[in-house]
């Protein structure tokens, strides 16, 4: 039941429907509160996320939720669950940037059954259902064909937490930005994963992300045809960095930034 079509296209409509309160909001002022000095969450965090949690609880009754404004655990969960990111690049939200997603999967035990990211502002709404295929606005999507990364355009992120990570964020940098295409910072994981799987760039990675954060961004990119590992090339767990590409580039990625991570 949980894989059905009809879940999919329900979850759609409901994360749709969401994004009417992001628009709603769009021209009115933010009332900000600081989670941390750059951690904000806005009124809008709170509405999209409780509209989200009363709508899905119906559409899969007895799935649990684990959603950034409200969830106490980071941990993989047991059974079926809503991950939820409800505005993810508050930030950018704030400043009234466009690049604003909300981000809804739904995991099933050790994997993610089916995801959607819609980009309110722009009009995107990007899906996938394990095993068959991802989409934009109904058509589907496939990465890039970029064969290495000097060919490549490469988006990365940055933790709010960055003080303690400074280091590798900018050894990263110095390894990345001289070999590549060009860098990009969307400010929005969900957006960059997104973007990964429709081919708009060829890799993504990023310390200190979330399970809201890349939850259906990683369904994303493997039914596009993209691969999500941690940046050593090995599977992707919880609380590890967080390294996405079109595949072709991924193991040139790893041979370069594998020696950064930090077991």
């Known amino acids: 039941m949980f894989a059905s079509q009809d879940i999919l296209q329900g979850c759609m409509e409901i994360v749709r429907q969401s994004g009417d309160i992001i628009r709603e909001h769009w021209a009115k002022p933010s009332n900000v509160r600081h989670k941390g000095r750059i951690d904000l969450v806005t009124q809008t965090d709170l509405a999209v996320e409780a509209f989200l949690k009363e709508k899905l609880a119906d559409l899969v009754p007895g799935a649990a939720f684990m959603a950034e404004e409200s969830s106490q655990s980071e941990r993989e969960p047991d059974g079926l669950c809503w991950i939820i990111d409800p505005v993810d690049g508050t930030t950018n939200f704030v400043h009234r940037i466009p690049q604003v997603a909300t981000s809804v999967a739904l995991w099933n035990k050790d994997h993610v059954e089916l995801g959607v990211v819609n980009i309110p502002m722009m009009g995107e709404c990007f899906c996938a259902r394990r095993g068959q295929g991802a989409f934009l606005n109904g058509a589907p999507i496939a990465v890039s064909r970029a064969e290495s990364i000097g060919?490549?355009?490469?988006?990365?992120?940055?933790?709010?937490?960055?003080?303690?990570?400074?280091?590798?964020?900018?050894?990263?940098?110095?390894?990345?930005?001289?070999?590549?295409?060009?860098?990009?910072?969307?400010?929005?994981?969900?957006?960059?994963?997104?973007?990964?799987?429709?081919?708009?760039?060829?890799?993504?990675?990023?310390?200190?992300?979330?399970?809201?954060?890349?939850?259906?961004?990683?369904?994303?990119?493997?039914?596009?045809?993209?691969?999500?590992?941690?940046?050593?090339?090995?599977?992707?767990?919880?609380?590890?960095?967080?390294?996405?590409?079109?595949?072709?580039?991924?193991?040139?990625?790893?041979?370069?930034?594998?020696?950064?991570?930090?077991?």
């Open 151 to 263: 060919d490549a355009l490469v988006s990365t992120g940055f933790p709010y937490d960055f003080t303690g990570r400074l280091e590798r964020i900018l050894e990263r940098l110095a390894i990345m930005l001289p070999k590549s295409q060009g860098m990009r910072r969307m400010g929005a994981a969900a957006v960059d994963m997104a973007y990964v799987a429709c081919g708009r760039v060829d890799m993504f990675y990023e310390e200190g992300l979330k399970p809201w954060d890349f939850a259906a961004g990683l369904l994303l990119v493997e039914e596009a045809g993209g691969r999500v590992t941690n940046m050593r090339g090995e599977p992707l767990r919880f609380g590890d960095v967080l390294l996405a590409s079109n595949g072709l580039v991924h193991a040139e990625a790893v041979e370069l930034l594998g020696p950064t991570d930090v077991l």
